[in-house]
């Protein structure tokens, strides 16, 4: 099963400072056939101002990725961690018993873009924490494993059963992704354009997978971005 979640269908907060487009249901929107899929809860396609963000707020019980595109976001948080996040970079923020933090664009004259992703962990109340890595060169021309529940081949660790990858093709290329039987898989589409299994893909739009052995990727005319979940029914 394939089902493609359209890029123009998705939810949409404009703030002025802030244009987010939301995949699952999300602070005003609400949408009960798009409450999330498997343990992702949240995917955000966030565009900020310069020198505007996100003020201190809290979370607890998620685990919380962040992936810039472009320009340069400044993180900081109630446990001591900060840090300015630029394409490339996968920060991963465990909220557990809760922490409170900020995102900001880290530019005065640049707009910063990224993707704010939410999965659901396996357990509540753990200790808060954080982690970053970049994987700016890893990526090219192959689906990189960069957050995996046991932290293999280099990834961050996430507290929740799924793997994320991530790929930037060049025109033409292609990568593969096989799927273990019983685990399901969401793909989003974060620049240009794929063709997944016949199925074309444009930018900004998310698919389902599921019951699939296997999904085959490949750019179009131009370079293209995604991130591929592997995840718990």
């Known amino acids: 099963m394939l089902q493609i979640r359209k890029?123009?269908?998705r939810g949409r907060a404009d703030f002025g400072w802030l244009d987010s487009r939301h995949t699952f249901s999300f602070g005003e929107y609400y949408d009960?056939?798009?409450m999330g899929f498997g343990p992702l809860r949240v995917i955000n396609d966030d565009r900020v101002a310069p020198g505007r963000g996100f003020d201190t707020h809290g979370h607890r019980d998620m685990e919380i990725i962040s992936y810039v595109l472009?320009?340069?976001?400044?993180?900081k948080d109630s446990i001591g961690t900060g840090s300015t996040i630029a394409p490339g970079d996968v920060q991963r923020m465990s909220a557990g018993t809760g922490v409170?933090?900020?995102e900001?664009?880290?530019s005065a004259s640049e707009p910063v873009h990224f993707l704010q992703i939410w999965l659901l962990p396996d357990a509540q109340g753990i200790e808060p924490s954080y982690e970053q890595k970049s994987f700016a060169q890893e990526r090219e021309d192959a689906l990189r494993l960069v957050a995996s529940r046991d932290a293999r081949e280099g990834?961050?660790?996430?507290?929740?059963?799924?793997d994320l990858y991530a790929t930037i093709l060049s025109p033409g290329a292609k990568a593969r992704h096989a799927f273990a039987p019983g685990r399901i898989g969401w793909l989003q589409v974060a620049r240009g354009a794929l063709e997944v299994n016949g199925v074309k893909l444009e930018e900004g739009d998310g698919l389902a997978i599921a019951d699939e052995a296997q999904i085959s990727l490949k750019a179009l005319d131009a370079e293209a971005e995604a991130l591929v979940f592997d995840?718990?029914?």
């Not at 472009?70 to 993180?75: D, K, N, R, S, T």
């Not at 990834?155 to 799924?162: D, G, I, T």
């Open 70 to 75: 472009e320009g340069a976001l400044a993180h």
């Open 100 to 102: 409170r933090h900020s």
């Open 231 to 233: 995840m718990e029914r």
């Open 32 to 34: 009960p056939a798009f």
């Open 7 to 9: 890029a123009g269908e």
């Open 155 to 162: 990834s961050l660790k996430v507290h929740s059963n799924a």
């Open 104 to 106: 900001f664009n880290a």
